[in-house]
């Protein structure tokens, strides 16, 4: 039966952990949104801007913008990351609910009570 106390207490913290997660994940995605909005704009500022051939503009406006192009690449890497994590917490409350299910047979089993 501690068992079967640990689990719950474990799936508990899990659900917990979950939902910090996806709250971290709709963060992420706004400062996502937000840095991908500011590099276009300024990329496009920049192009609009410089001289010469389509070619010479493009390569002056990656040059000016490359510090947002980071921010941005930075931001997406981290919504990905979070929604790798977000998984993972799915997985282990997946596992851990079929934990419980096999505790649960194998006490039925044995005659105890849940």
Known sequence: M??????????GQLSRDLDKAITK???LEFIAVEA????KVAYAGAFRDAAGSVEDRKQVAITQTDHLWRIWGKAAAAVRLQKEHIR???????VGRTIQSTARAEMQLAGGQL
């Open 36 to 39: 991908e909005g500011d590099f």
């Open 88 to 94: 993972a917490l799915h997985a282990r409350i997946d």
């Open 2 to 11: 501690t068992e079967m106390l640990t689990i719950i207490k474990q799936l």
């Open 25 to 27: 994940m709709a963060d």
